[in-house]
């Protein structure tokens, strides 16, 4: 059940690729965003046709940069 700003990941399947609506879903980020972060080679995609896919790996790969990137804004703060 999805509440008020809580996403609700049970309705996105698992899977290795997905579209950048769903790569928003998952990341909450919005799409302008998305595209920001995949201009500056920060996430990564591949396309398939006309369509352009994150890849599972890639979007894993982005939460940890992120991670790391907030734990040396608080190394630096220290």
């Not at 996403?7 to 950048?20: G, K, V």
């Not at 920060?42 to 790969?61: C, M, S």
């Amino acid at each position: 059940m999805e509440t008020a700003g809580t996403p609700n990941f049970e309705a996105l399947p698992q899977r290795h690729l997905y579209r950048i609506p769903e790569a928003m879903k998952l990341l909450s980020m919005s799409r302008s965003v998305i595209y920001e972060q995949i201009r500056a080679g920060r996430l990564l995609t591949v396309k398939q046709g006309r369509a352009r896919l994150v890849p599972l790996q890639a979007i894993n790969e982005y939460v940890e940069l992120l991670m790391r990137e907030a734990g040396e804004c608080i190394d630096q703060a220290a």
